[in-house]
T-cell receptor
Framework: KAGVTQTPRYLIKTRGQQVTLSCSPISGHRSVSWYQQTPGQGLQFLFEYFSETQRNKGNFPGRFSGRQFSNSRSEMNVSTLELGDSALYLC????????????????FGAGSRLTVL | AQTVTQSQPEMSVQEAETVTLSCTYDTSESDYYLFWYKQPPSRQMILVIRQEAYKQQNATENRFSVNFQKAAKSFSLKISDSQLGDAAMYFCAYRRFNDYKLSFGAGTTVTVRA
Protein backbone atom coordinates (compact mmCIF):
# COMPACT_ATOMS: atom_id res chain seq x y z
CA LYS A 1 0.00 0.00 0.00
CA ALA A 2 1.56 3.28 -1.10
CA GLY A 3 2.12 5.90 1.56
CA VAL A 4 1.35 9.59 1.53
CA THR A 5 3.06 11.24 -1.43
CA GLN A 6 4.01 14.88 -1.43
CA THR A 7 5.35 16.81 -4.39
CA PRO A 8 7.59 18.58 -4.95
CA ARG A 9 10.08 17.54 -2.26
CA TYR A 10 12.11 20.71 -2.54
CA LEU A 11 11.46 24.07 -4.07
CA ILE A 12 12.89 27.54 -4.00
CA LYS A 13 10.81 30.65 -4.56
CA THR A 14 11.33 34.37 -4.20
CA ARG A 15 9.34 36.82 -2.14
CA GLY A 16 6.04 37.78 -3.69
CA GLN A 17 5.67 34.60 -5.72
CA GLN A 18 3.10 31.94 -5.05
CA VAL A 19 3.50 28.22 -4.61
CA THR A 20 1.30 25.15 -4.86
CA LEU A 21 2.09 21.93 -3.01
CA SER A 22 0.45 18.62 -3.71
CA CYS A 23 -0.46 15.70 -1.50
CA SER A 24 -1.76 12.28 -2.53
CA PRO A 25 -3.18 10.41 0.47
CA ILE A 26 -3.12 6.72 1.17
CA SER A 27 -5.71 4.96 -0.94
CA GLY A 28 -9.03 4.97 0.88
CA HIS A 29 -8.12 7.83 3.20
CA ARG A 30 -10.54 10.69 2.81
CA SER A 31 -9.16 13.12 5.39
CA VAL A 32 -6.08 15.19 4.56
CA SER A 33 -4.37 17.58 6.95
CA TRP A 34 -1.54 20.04 6.42
CA TYR A 35 1.08 21.17 8.92
CA GLN A 36 3.86 23.73 8.77
CA GLN A 37 7.14 22.94 10.50
CA THR A 38 9.69 25.66 11.24
CA PRO A 39 12.59 25.80 13.72
CA GLY A 40 11.04 28.76 15.50
CA GLN A 41 7.35 27.85 15.65
CA GLY A 42 7.59 24.08 15.52
CA LEU A 43 4.73 22.10 14.04
CA GLN A 44 1.58 24.07 13.44
CA PHE A 45 -1.74 22.93 12.04
CA LEU A 46 -2.78 24.61 8.81
CA PHE A 47 -6.05 22.96 7.77
CA GLU A 48 -7.89 19.70 7.33
CA TYR A 49 -10.08 18.56 4.46
CA PHE A 50 -12.64 15.81 4.22
CA SER A 51 -14.75 15.05 1.18
CA GLU A 52 -13.60 18.24 -0.54
CA THR A 53 -14.67 20.39 2.42
CA GLN A 54 -12.41 22.27 4.77
CA ARG A 55 -13.47 21.23 8.25
CA ASN A 56 -10.81 22.85 10.35
CA LYS A 57 -8.37 25.71 9.89
CA GLY A 58 -5.40 26.83 11.93
CA ASN A 59 -4.35 30.36 12.76
CA PHE A 60 -2.72 31.33 9.48
CA PRO A 61 -3.32 34.34 7.23
CA GLY A 62 -5.56 34.12 4.20
CA ARG A 63 -2.51 33.78 1.96
CA PHE A 64 -2.57 30.12 2.93
CA SER A 65 -5.31 28.19 1.23
CA GLY A 66 -6.04 24.67 0.19
CA ARG A 67 -8.45 22.42 -1.53
CA GLN A 68 -9.28 18.77 -1.91
CA PHE A 69 -10.37 16.99 -5.04
CA SER A 70 -12.92 14.24 -5.47
CA ASN A 71 -10.15 11.61 -5.44
CA SER A 72 -9.05 12.95 -2.03
CA ARG A 73 -5.83 14.44 -3.37
CA SER A 74 -5.15 17.81 -1.84
CA GLU A 75 -3.25 20.92 -2.72
CA MET A 76 -2.21 23.85 -0.62
CA ASN A 77 -1.34 27.25 -1.99
CA VAL A 78 0.61 30.09 -0.49
CA SER A 79 0.35 33.42 -2.26
CA THR A 80 2.57 36.48 -1.94
CA LEU A 81 5.35 34.50 -0.33
CA GLU A 82 7.27 35.98 2.58
CA LEU A 83 10.65 34.96 3.97
CA GLY A 84 8.89 33.56 7.04
CA ASP A 85 7.01 31.06 4.89
CA SER A 86 10.21 29.07 4.49
CA ALA A 87 9.37 25.78 6.12
CA LEU A 88 8.77 22.09 5.79
CA TYR A 89 5.15 21.52 4.83
CA LEU A 90 3.82 18.17 5.94
CA CYS A 91 0.71 16.49 4.69
CA UNK A 92 -1.01 13.70 6.59
CA UNK A 93 -3.89 11.48 5.63
CA UNK A 94 -6.25 9.52 7.80
CA UNK A 95 -9.06 7.08 7.49
CA UNK A 96 -12.41 7.87 9.05
CA UNK A 97 -13.27 4.46 10.40
CA UNK A 98 -12.34 5.11 14.02
CA UNK A 99 -14.95 5.16 16.75
CA UNK A 100 -14.20 8.84 17.18
CA UNK A 101 -12.50 11.31 14.89
CA UNK A 102 -9.55 11.47 17.21
CA UNK A 103 -9.06 7.71 17.12
CA UNK A 104 -7.97 7.76 13.49
CA UNK A 105 -4.20 7.69 13.14
CA UNK A 106 -2.50 10.24 10.91
CA UNK A 107 0.06 8.97 8.41
CA PHE A 108 2.48 11.64 7.28
CA GLY A 109 4.25 12.19 4.01
CA ALA A 110 7.93 13.12 3.75
CA GLY A 111 7.12 16.79 3.33
CA SER A 112 7.83 19.58 0.88
CA ARG A 113 10.74 21.80 1.81
CA LEU A 114 10.02 25.39 0.72
CA THR A 115 12.75 28.01 0.73
CA VAL A 116 11.77 31.62 0.11
CA LEU A 117 14.59 33.96 -0.94
CA ALA B 1 -6.30 25.90 23.53
CA GLN B 2 -4.24 22.82 24.27
CA THR B 3 -0.55 23.25 25.08
CA VAL B 4 1.99 20.49 24.86
CA THR B 5 5.34 20.99 26.58
CA GLN B 6 8.50 19.00 26.06
CA SER B 7 11.09 20.35 28.46
CA GLN B 8 14.09 18.41 27.14
CA PRO B 9 15.43 19.83 23.86
CA GLU B 10 18.06 17.09 23.63
CA MET B 11 18.73 13.70 25.17
CA SER B 12 21.67 11.38 24.69
CA VAL B 13 21.67 7.66 25.40
CA GLN B 14 24.19 4.85 25.10
CA GLU B 15 23.25 2.06 22.74
CA ALA B 16 21.32 -0.70 24.58
CA GLU B 17 20.48 1.66 27.45
CA THR B 18 17.15 3.24 28.36
CA VAL B 19 16.06 6.84 27.90
CA THR B 20 12.90 8.58 29.03
CA LEU B 21 11.43 11.60 27.29
CA SER B 22 9.12 13.93 29.18
CA CYS B 23 5.88 15.51 28.00
CA THR B 24 3.24 17.50 29.82
CA TYR B 25 0.06 18.94 28.40
CA ASP B 26 -2.68 21.27 29.38
CA THR B 27 -6.33 20.53 28.67
CA SER B 28 -9.74 20.90 30.22
CA GLU B 29 -11.03 17.87 28.34
CA SER B 30 -11.55 14.52 30.04
CA ASP B 31 -11.30 12.37 26.92
CA TYR B 32 -8.51 12.79 24.40
CA TYR B 33 -5.64 11.01 22.69
CA LEU B 34 -1.91 11.34 23.16
CA PHE B 35 0.78 10.37 20.70
CA TRP B 36 4.50 10.12 20.32
CA TYR B 37 5.83 10.65 16.81
CA LYS B 38 9.39 10.10 15.63
CA GLN B 39 10.97 12.24 12.92
CA PRO B 40 14.31 10.88 11.66
CA PRO B 41 16.62 12.90 9.39
CA SER B 42 14.53 11.69 6.45
CA ARG B 43 11.85 14.07 7.86
CA GLN B 44 8.97 11.62 7.66
CA MET B 45 6.92 11.61 10.83
CA ILE B 46 6.33 8.09 12.09
CA LEU B 47 3.85 7.15 14.77
CA VAL B 48 5.60 5.49 17.69
CA ILE B 49 2.80 4.96 20.16
CA ARG B 50 -0.72 6.11 21.00
CA GLN B 51 -2.58 6.38 24.29
CA GLU B 52 -6.29 6.84 24.82
CA ALA B 53 -6.97 8.97 27.89
CA TYR B 54 -9.92 6.82 28.93
CA LYS B 55 -7.63 3.79 29.23
CA GLN B 56 -5.72 3.51 32.47
CA GLN B 57 -3.31 0.93 31.11
CA ASN B 58 -0.12 2.37 29.70
CA ALA B 59 0.45 1.69 26.02
CA THR B 60 3.42 -0.42 24.90
CA GLU B 61 4.87 -1.07 21.46
CA ASN B 62 7.87 -3.39 21.56
CA ARG B 63 10.75 -1.36 23.08
CA PHE B 64 8.61 1.75 23.46
CA SER B 65 6.34 2.32 26.43
CA VAL B 66 4.62 5.27 28.01
CA ASN B 67 3.91 6.39 31.54
CA PHE B 68 0.56 8.13 31.37
CA GLN B 69 -0.37 10.10 34.47
CA LYS B 70 -3.75 11.66 33.70
CA ALA B 71 -4.13 13.65 36.90
CA ALA B 72 -0.67 15.13 36.48
CA LYS B 73 -1.22 15.61 32.73
CA SER B 74 2.04 13.85 32.05
CA PHE B 75 2.88 11.50 29.20
CA SER B 76 6.47 10.27 29.12
CA LEU B 77 8.03 7.93 26.58
CA LYS B 78 10.52 5.26 27.57
CA ILE B 79 12.80 3.77 24.93
CA SER B 80 14.37 0.55 26.15
CA ASP B 81 17.41 -1.19 24.64
CA SER B 82 18.14 1.89 22.52
CA GLN B 83 19.33 1.27 18.99
CA LEU B 84 21.21 3.51 16.57
CA GLY B 85 18.07 3.67 14.45
CA ASP B 86 16.21 5.32 17.32
CA ALA B 87 18.17 8.53 16.76
CA ALA B 88 15.59 11.13 15.73
CA MET B 89 13.50 14.00 16.95
CA TYR B 90 10.55 12.84 19.04
CA PHE B 91 7.35 14.81 19.25
CA CYS B 92 4.63 14.48 21.82
CA ALA B 93 1.19 15.33 20.45
CA TYR B 94 -2.32 15.84 21.79
CA ARG B 95 -5.61 15.41 20.03
CA ARG B 96 -9.11 16.08 21.26
CA PHE B 97 -11.50 13.16 21.40
CA ASN B 98 -13.51 14.13 18.35
CA ASP B 99 -11.08 16.14 16.28
CA TYR B 100 -8.41 15.55 13.67
CA LYS B 101 -6.09 18.38 14.67
CA LEU B 102 -2.87 17.45 16.42
CA SER B 103 -1.14 19.86 18.79
CA PHE B 104 2.57 19.14 18.98
CA GLY B 105 5.26 19.83 21.51
CA ALA B 106 8.55 21.43 20.50
CA GLY B 107 10.31 18.08 20.19
CA THR B 108 13.23 16.30 21.81
CA THR B 109 16.28 15.31 19.79
CA VAL B 110 17.54 11.88 20.78
CA THR B 111 21.13 10.95 20.05
CA VAL B 112 22.26 7.34 20.41
CA ARG B 113 25.93 6.75 21.16
CA ALA B 114 27.54 3.59 19.83
Amino acid sequence: KAGVTQTPRYLIKTRGQQVTLSCSPISGHRSVSWYQQTPGQGLQFLFEYFSETQRNKGNFPGRFSGRQFSNSRSEMNVSTLELGDSALYLCASSSTSGITLGANVLTFGAGSRLTVL
Amino acid sequence: AQTVTQSQPEMSVQEAETVTLSCTYDTSESDYYLFWYKQPPSRQMILVIRQEAYKQQNATENRFSVNFQKAAKSFSLKISDSQLGDAAMYFCAYRRFNDYKLSFGAGTTVTVRA
